[in-house]
């Protein structure tokens, strides 16, 4: 049904606006009659910061901002989704258009600017399915105008954590002026404090959140060693390894395209968010799991990825080139990576070539 379904709507969605055929996207979610996938191979199963997931491969934030569609997700076969990222109060985001596709490159840049319907309108979607099972994750971030945006976060944390089975602290997206700032060490670890806080002020009625933190690709390895230290220090329960990349790898294709401003993601991301995901794993040293995103769009994109650290993977922008066989791919991958090798589970495989990555000449 799922194949039969991107035949017939795949060339409709190739000649949209980008932005436009991710709408219809979500749409067609909400109302096409979506079997659930097969079950997932024992193997894939795995438990990482409290939670127990059926397989690692997720799909990262940016696709279902306002919590529409978390369930459709899961029953194509997604290991977990994860909403948002979710405002405290709405907001437009940038002028249009402000997605565009670098078709030959595989490659998307966005400039979206945290275009949300509000903390109320996801909340509302997040509790009406909150018995519905399956691990989803609430993206999280500060309205553009703030003018306390560290309370925007705790205040999120607050308020969703009856209905998140994790969260994501989004201090990386390129295209929010001034955000990347709270990456900074000073600002970080208020940041964190006050969320974390904020967790545990609710976890008596909400339970446990596991809250990640999500950096960018773009970062020095002097500022990495920064965040690293802060996130040791106030013992987040994992990072997310990276957001979109403000850089311009060369060999793009796509020259005119690629001046458009804000983040890259997609095929060219990969080189990049990979060695930055090696370069945490070996300073993390095991303190909590991390998570790979950026580039994955075939089953041995995935597979290096959990080689460079990542014990969970997330995939968004290969969707729109690869459709979502991709996840069936990734998948199959992981098993025949797991029977080459004689293992039993994929934390056999995780971080096995970091150490080897960080000693190669950085990626340009």
Request: proline share 6%; with cysteine; hydrophobic share 45%.
């Amino acid at each position: 049904m799922i194949g039969i379904l991107e035949r017939l709507t795949w060339p409709m969605l190739r000649v949209l606006d980008a932005e436009d055929a991710h709408r219809l996207a979500v749409t067609a979610l909400k109302y096409a009659p979506l079997p659930r996938a097969a079950a997932d191979d024992r193997r894939l199963a795995l438990r990482a910061f409290g939670l127990n997931f059926g397989n690692p491969v997720g799909i990262a934030a940016g696709f279902d901002k306002n919590g529409e569609v978390p369930d459709a997700l899961l029953r194509l076969g997604f290991g977990f989704v994860e909403v948002g990222t979710v405002t405290p109060r709405p907001q437009a985001g940038n002028p249009r258009p402000r997605l565009f596709r670098l078709d030959a490159d595989e490659g998307v840049i966005n400039r979206l600017g945290f275009n949300s319907a509000g903390a109320d309108v996801a909340l509302r979607r997040l509790a009406a399915r909150a018995q519905g099972g399956g691990i989803v994750g609430v993206n999280v971030g500060a309205n553009r105008d703030s003018t306390d945006r560290i309370f925007d976060y705790a205040d999120l944390i607050e308020r969703f954590a009856p209905v998140a089975s994790y969260f994501t602290v989004n201090v990386s997206s390129p295209n929010t002026p001034g955000l990347r700032d709270l990456q900074q060490s000073a600002l970080l670890d208020d940041l964190l404090a006050r969320v974390l806080e904020a967790r545990d002020r609710v976890t008596p009625l909400a339970g446990p959140t596991p809250v990640l933190l999500k950096i960018a690709p773009d970062l020095s390895l002097t500022e990495l060693d920064d965040i690293v230290g802060v996130a040791r220090r106030r013992r987040v329960d994992g990072m997310i390894i990276g957001n979109t990349t403000i850089t311009r790898p060369a060999g793009l294709h796509e020259m005119k395209t690629a001046l458009e401003a804000g983040g890259l993601s997609g095929r060219p991301l990969f080189p990049l968010g990979t060695r930055m995901l090696a370069e945490t794993y070996v300073r993390v040293e095991g303190a909590f799991p991390l998570v790979g995103v950026g580039g994955i769009d075939s089953g041995d994109t995935a597979v290096a990825k959990i080689r460079a650290g990542a014990c969970l993977l997330q995939v968004y922008s290969a969707l729109v080139f690869r459709g979502l066989g991709l996840v069936g791919e990734i998948k199959t991958s992981l098993v025949n990576a797991l029977e080459a090798e004689d293992l039993t589970n994929l934390d056999d495989l995780v971080g096995s070539d970091a150490a080897a990555m960080t000693a190669e000449k950085w990626p340009g």
